[in-house]
């Protein structure tokens, strides 16, 4: 990668260490620069659905968090492979008192993007705010931050509750991004939420871009920040485009067609079943990033369903059999056209702390003996919610339907519109539905607590609840011993590899397209858009 | 009656039924299953959360306190704030309204441009071949969904040909014209063809008319007697027509902006009813019966100008 000499030497060397191990899912695009950045220009990139709200705090959404670190940096940055922290806003950082202190250096002049030097207050302010419980759904990440305290005008030293192995990654995570404490403050309103709501149409921050025009639905002109402090390749201050355009174009097909007329340079969110397509297209380059989104099924693990009715999936051994009744491979080739992996584990190959697992290699016969041993040998009937209007998910659900069939299984598709259907899966009204994530955090704790730990959200709401698993997860919360914490991941996932109380699916890439003459575009695992060595020739 | 109270009378039979269409779509809104707090916070939110954005939004008060608020809250002209854009709805729907009209607007245009003198070729030349070609050319376009002729247009016109941008709405008028043809050209197509098909019927009824043969043999020219005598005659329940479908104009234009990316405010009233999006929902709906109610009205208003007989 040539885009990363200009950075400051430690900034690179994570970079370069971390885009060595970009190809690890097999699937990692032609995404290395085949040519010299240019400086200048405008790139056009079409969007399938605009930010909602700017806000680090207060927003909720992929659509704000992947597009966000274009306008707002953290202390620290997650590395291209989305599986550790490198420097940010912060140079330095060295944990003290048994880790119950973490000391944070900032980086020295960094402005803001109007100009303003950013101030060890404004960090202060940022983190309080991140970590205030009444705002936004992400103080959690930070929950374990007692005080926040400037030491000198370069120094801030955070005190914890007790030792946070996940901090670093929080202080990587979008929801700590640094703001103008003064500019924020100066917004029209009289609450944190209204004052949130002024600032964010029209953001400052210290990122690669400024906002310049957002116009809801339709486009977000992003103009250079003069006052980055990365540097690039040409030893300049980054970014290298003077200015960023986001298109808003919802209808996937179009937004493909006006990529290869040549009126977008860039798309995200193609199609899988449209990658090889585009791969064919001499004009375009299919990139396709390792994610950390995992596609399966939750499944109710509860003796009983919401209507009193008898639930065969509460036995350990009906679940195993449905998931040895599933062919991963063939699935992934009906609904994504080979553009996936099979899933390993609950959590995806991109997680820190990930361990491989032998999750049920398709065996019929043994599924059969297995629903057999469960007193289901003649098969049941059970139903699954999925997002009416997705295709996806219904070549999903149908391509099940087909599988278990063979093993007796009969399954009753229910497409609700995504409103009706989020009702009554946290109302627990369900057998099973169609379901995909992605991580916010590279961490291995975020996942486990809405998947495995009961006591968040009753495990996805699945009811699935084991004392082990719980026990290791907030053993974890605290062990800062790397070698240990791995250790409980490891049981954590084998544990529940064995109870599978959901339906192991697939990973998918992200999958995004570029014209030929566009290069430069990152997207990490955690999903960040990063444009700032994003550059147009001709 | 004069016209003068007709026309007033007319307008205040306009206010209840906002008042009706209020109300119906305040109710719609909450019985359609799921809402608007869990559609945002999607299934990973915790319960508190749920009950903080809840509270913060009102949504906790009774459905009567609730509608209280937005019926005051109409009358002194606010609207409130959408629930997922958290941006006052006013503005959601201001941006985006001239798209919807103009994209409508030109449809109708392109659709009379297109159907008037088509359907007087047809009925003069009734079941012979260029009767029956502009007849089965429309028969196809009648039955075409119309996202699929979008899709049509856009690749060949657009992306192959590119004689047309393939999605947006550009900046200033002339661009806005020029990004919206496409979708208005594929708005118009069934409607051109239901118009074609209403006139031909008329001309030829009316052709038929006693007066049209006072006036042959008066021996007026041909010319003065389409133009005057049958045009206007027969243009009378095309004009009804027109007027009638201004309402599922608006209703394509919800398919036609999402396939040509135009930022209208059809798409916005799919995703708003998708997110629950309350506000949005009902200041979109009530904006929309204000439209359709004009344009009834203007329909009035013309078909008298043409029939004197109406509105006496």
Redesign the interface.
């Known amino acids: 990668m040539k885009t990363i000499k200009g950075l400051t030497r430690r900034a690179g060397l994570a970079l370069a260490a971390s885009v060595a191990a970009l190809p690890m899912l097999g699937i990692s695009g032609e995404a290395q620069a085949a040519s010299v950045p240019v400086r200048g220009g405008k790139m056009i990139f079409g969007r399938y659905a605009d930010s909602?709200?700017l806000d680090p705090v207060l927003n909720?959404a992929n659509v704000d968090i992947w597009v966000m670190t274009n306008l707002y940096d953290t202390l620290l940055q997650p590395t291209a492979d989305g599986a550790g922290v490198q420097p940010g806003l912060a140079t330095k950082w060295a944990l003290e008192d048994g880790g119950k202190k973490l000391v944070l250096t900032l980086r020295e002049g960094v402005k803001f993007a109007d100009g303003t030097p950013m101030e060890a207050s404004d960090v202060k302010w940022s983190l309080d705010r991140a970590r205030n419980p009444k705002l936004g759904?992400w103080g959690d990440l930070v929950g374990s931050i007692t005080d926040v305290a400037i030491t000198n005008p370069s120094t801030i030293t955070l005190t914890l509750k007790t030792p946070d192995p996940t901090l670093l990654a929080a202080l990587a995570t979008f929801n700590t991004a640094i703001l103008p404490q003064k500019l924020f403050e100066a917004a029209a309103g009289a609450t944190d939420e209204e004052k949130a709501?002024a600032f964010a149409e029209k953001p400052v921050g210290t990122g690669p871009f400024r906002l310049s025009e957002w116009?809801?639905?339709?486009s977000m002109k992003l103009v250079r920040n003069p006052h980055y402090w990365k540097m690039g390749a040409d030893g300049k201050a980054l970014p290298y485009l003077d200015e960023l355009e986001f298109?808003?174009?919802?209808?996937d097909?179009?937004?493909l067609?006006?990529l290869?007329?040549g009126?977008l340079h860039g798309t995200e969110l193609v199609p899988l079943t449209r990658v090889k397509e585009l791969q064919a297209d001499p004009q375009i380059r299919m990139e396709l990033w390792p994610s950390t989104r995992v596609v399966y099924l939750s499944m109710n693990n509860r003796p009983k369903l919401k209507d009193g009715s008898a639930n065969p999936l509460s036995n350990v051994k009906v679940r195993q059999a449905l998931n040895y009744a599933v062919n991963k491979d063939a699935m992934i080739a009906i609904v994504t056209q080979g553009q996936g992996v099979p899933m390993t584990s609950y959590m995806s190959r991109t997680t820190p702390l990930y361990v491989k697992q032998d999750l049920y290699k398709v065996d019929v016969a043994k599924a059969k003996a297995l629903l057999a041993e469960a007193g289901f040998a003649q098969g049941f009937e059970t139903s699954a919610m999925l997002v009416s209007g997705n295709q996806d998910q219904l070549n999903i659900a149908t391509a099940v339907q087909q599988m278990w069939a063979a093993v007796g299984v009969k399954l009753k598709l229910e497409p609700l519109?995504?409103?009706?259907?989020?009702?009554?899966?946290?109302a627990e009204d369900f057998a099973m539905r169609t379901s995909a994530w992605t991580n916010d955090i590279a961490d291995p704790g975020q996942i486990t607590s809405?998947f495995a730990y009961f006591p968040?959200?009753g495990s996805?709401?699945t009811g699935f609840q084991n004392d082990r698993i719980d026990a290791l997860y907030k053993a974890s919360l605290e062990e800062i011993d790397p070698a240990k914490r791995a250790a409980q991941y490891r049981e954590i996932q084998e544990v529940y590899a064995a109870q599978a109380p959901i339906l192991f699916l697939f990973e998918t890439p992200y999958a995004v397209a570029f014209r030929k003459n566009a290069e430069g575009f990152v997207q990490i695992p955690l999903g960040n858009n990063l444009f700032e060595a994003a550059y147009v020739t001709k | 009656m004069n016209r003068g109270t007709w026309l007033l009378g007319r307008l205040a039979q306009i206010v209840p039924s906002f008042l009706l269409i209020g109300v119906v779509v305040f109710v719609l809104a909450r019985l359609l299953p799921g809402d608007p707090v869990s559609a945002v916070l999607g299934d990973r939110a915790s319960d508190a959360t749920i009950a903080r954005l809840t509270a913060q939004l009102g949504l906790d008060r009774s459905i009567f306190a609730q509608f209280v608020g937005f019926l005051s809250g109409i009358l002194r002209g606010q609207l409130g704030d959408s629930i997922a854009y958290r941006v006052p709805v006013t503005r959601l729907i201001g941006e985006r309204l001239p798209a919807t009209l103009l994209l409508t607007g030109f449809a109708m245009v392109l659709a009379i441009v297109i159907a008037v003198p088509l359907a007087f070729v047809a009925a003069l030349r009734e079941d012979r071949w260029p009767d029956l070609l502009i007849r089965g050319v429309f028969q196809v376009g009648l039955s075409t969904p119309v996202f699929y002729v979008g899709l049509l247009l856009l690749t060949g016109l657009a992306a192959r040909a590119r004689l047309f941008p393939v999605g947006g709405y550009g900046e200033g008028w002339l661009e806005h014209l020029w990004y919206l043809f496409l979708p208005a050209l594929t708005l118009a197509f069934s409607f051109a063809a239901i118009l074609m098909r209403s006139l031909r019927s008329s001309i030829l009824l009316v052709l038929t008319a006693e007066f049209v043969d006072f006036a042959r043999s008066k021996g007026l020219p041909p010319r003065q007697i389409l133009g005057r005598h049958v045009l206007r005659n027969a243009l009378i329940a095309t004009v009804t027509l027109v007027g009638l479908h201004v309402g599922s104009l608006l209703g394509g234009a919800v398919i036609t902006e999402s396939v040509f990316a135009v930022p209208g405010v059809g798409r916005l009233m799919v995703d708003s009813i998708f997110a629950r999006d309350y506000p949005v929902i009902q200041a979109l709906t009530l904006v929309l019966a204000v439209l359709v109610s004009l344009a009834f009205l203007v329909t009035e208003i013309v078909q008298m100008w043409l029939d004197p007989r109406v509105g006496r």
């Open positions: 909602l709200f909720d759904p709501k116009k809801r639905e339709v298109q808003i174009v919802k209808d097909s179009t937004r067609l006006k290869k007329a009126e519109d995504n409103a009706s259907l989020t009702k009554r899966y946290r809405y968040n959200i996805l709401h």
